[in-house]
DNA sequence: GGCGGTTACTTTTGCGCATAAGTTGTACGC
DNA sequence: GCGTACAACTTATGCGCAAAAGTAACCGCC
């Protein structure tokens, strides 16, 4: 790799003519040289070496994303679609505005905030992984932090979250469970925090605008490890005859249902209505497709990482940004208004 | 950020004996002088600034994972599970080595091989990316890649492939049709180069053994950018009466394929037999459940990065690694013997 | 008692770049 | 014709680290 250096000295001129050249410092440089160095600079192919220009400049023009590891069925979140298409909208991001992105996978904060600081990361993505311990490290580390999908109060005091409007998706779809006649209507989810919660309030919300009380048996509980997948899917097919209408806290699960369903012969939605959340690939293909809440996944890393550079331009940005779904009628969904 | 030079005046020494201890160089330091130091390390939580490490030994303990942008229906590489899985499987087994994982997305080989070297990147991966352009601009960058499914011949000359047995994992399926009875097999994929190649060849060979002459009609194209995607499968769908089994060069392909027979009334397998191959999570939450290839991909990307790695230390890889595959028998093939 | 060898350091150099500070040369105003 | 201003450079410095080269003290040994 040539250096500025061996370029100055072929060119019979100062490093510094032609790191100004480089930088476009107009002014600075007359005409004649500028060209003579910019012809040069294309011979040889020149590309400056990073590592030496961000250490002279303090910064990395790097983009930390952060992801947390979990240990479920699918094991790992990057394995989920939804994860490869917000990454998809953050890499594209950053990358025309002149940043790269590096990866990090792991379920230890302090373990990634040690990682970002040893490549002095300009800035960082959360997704998934804002604990307390989390919330501490990353306060200590002074460099832009924007969270995606978080719901800790704690750290929408410090950082910024991009966000869904889970509270209204789920409130939505409730309430056309509702209007199509359904009145049982159970909760399907495998926790009751974060974005888990957010949902399970807008459905709740949506039952008591319509007069109906929410009972703490209303929520089934699916446990997706795969050993206990299959056990918990039994518990909740026996109690079946107490709904006429699930609405699950995402596609994924709303699919896995469904097909739990078909195994044992119970027919959506002539049995039971299912509703997901998320309208990805899984609600689209599967049959009876899936009538479900609309998120644009892309769109929300797209924000992430518009947010995170406005940041390090030094504009100021909301604490919280939410962004919009819709409802998208399929086929899960019976009318059972007499 | 605390610096070699800044830690070595507070404990009255010199940076080298600081940097010594650091890098546990044994003999040079004494017992006293090493615990001294290390106590203060831990104490005022040192990390070391990577750029200038990798400035002053001219490395950089960066792994790239390019990846090649696409433009159909799921746009973008990334929003394929598939390629998640792998990215996970890369960047787990390269973070245990003490590597940092740098994605980046494009469809241009230059720019990246260009990204490549301002980095200096330690070594590359290259997923679905190596034209012939590709390879000669790879090859004039003297850092090991690692291609990963790559069916270039020529590309095969210059670095390790970490690919798949795909002539055997078609062949192997299209003989399971043919034993259960099924003599017009189609085929549908979107291109017949590469992957796609190498699936149908197996396809062929099955054929072949079977005594059965393949017709180019046999071959279904399907279009998979969102505005063609419905007119495609239109015309698929009108020449089913030719065929009792279609072999899909993937499961999304062949899911696609069902949602669309289900949608015109036709039942699989009772009216027709269905296969993939991949055997992702969409064909497992099919209903019913797909017939299909089973390819573990995560071993994938641990493949391709423990030969990259391998590559790193010195150590020779084999031009070409072919993972096995294996059938998973599900549910969309019918016995059609008498 | 001078010499090689070892231990435990320190001083110095350089990686490639950006930039502050310094040096010319020259046009201009008065 | 002298000071000033400015254009077009060059020289020098430092970013944080690793490592080569240097130093000083001590030990043993023929």
Redesign the interface.
């Known amino acids: 790799?040539i250096t500025i250096k061996e370029i100055a000295k072929q060119l019979n001129m100062s490093t510094t003519t032609v790191s100004n050249v480089i930088h476009g410092k107009a002014g600075e440089v007359s005409e004649d040289t500028r060209e003579k160095v910019e012809r040069f600079l294309k011979k040889v192919d020149y590309?400056?070496?990073?590592?030496?220009r961000?250490?002279a400049q303090n910064e990395?023009k790097?983009i930390g994303?952060a992801l947390k590891a979990r240990a479920d069925k699918?094991?790992?979140l990057?394995?989920?679609?939804f994860?490869?298409?917000l990454?998809?909208g953050v890499?594209?991001t950053i990358?025309n505005a002149g940043y790269?992105?590096?990866?990090?996978?792991?379920s230890d904060t302090v373990e990634i905030m040690?990682?970002v600081?040893?490549?002095?990361v300009d800035g960082l993505i959360l997704f998934g992984m804002l604990d307390d311990d989390g919330i501490r490290v990353s306060e200590r580390y002074k460099k832009p932090i924007v969270c995606l999908d978080t719901y800790s109060l704690e750290g929408l005091k410090h950082f910024t979250n991009v966000g869904l409007d889970d509270e209204q998706g789920t409130f939505e779809i409730t309430k056309y469970l509702i209007d199509n006649g359904h009145r049982k209507i159970a909760f399907l989810s495998d926790n009751t925090k974060g974005v888990d919660l957010a949902r399970l309030t807008g459905y709740k919300k949506a039952l008591q605008a319509a007069g109906i009380t929410f009972k703490e048996s209303d929520f089934l509980k699916i446990r997706p490890r795969t050993e206990e997948l299959e056990g918990s899917l039994n518990e909740i097919c026996e109690r079946l005859k107490e709904f006429t209408a699930i609405v699950c806290v995402s596609d994924l699960y709303a699919?896995?249902l469904?097909?739990a369903l078909?195994?044992r012969g119970v027919s959506v939605p002539d049995d039971i209505s299912i509703v997901g959340f998320d309208d990805n690939?899984?609600a689209q293909?599967?049959?009876p497709?899936l009538t479900t809440v609309h998120q644009d996944v892309?769109e929300k890393g797209i924000t992430a990482a518009d947010t995170l550079l406005k940041q390090l331009r030094g504009e100021k940005t909301p604490n919280q940004i939410k962004l919009p779904t819709h409802l998208v009628v399929r086929d899960t969904v019976k009318n059972i208004n007499k």
Request: glycine share 2%.
């Open positions: 790799m590309v400056p070496n990073i590592n030496a961000n250490l990395s790097i994303f699918y094991e790992n990057i394995m989920d679609p994860v490869a298409e990454i998809g890499e594209e990358r790269f992105m590096m990866l990090y996978i792991s040690r990682h600081s040893t490549w002095n699919v896995t469904m097909a078909q195994d690939m899984l293909l599967h049959r497709a892309k």
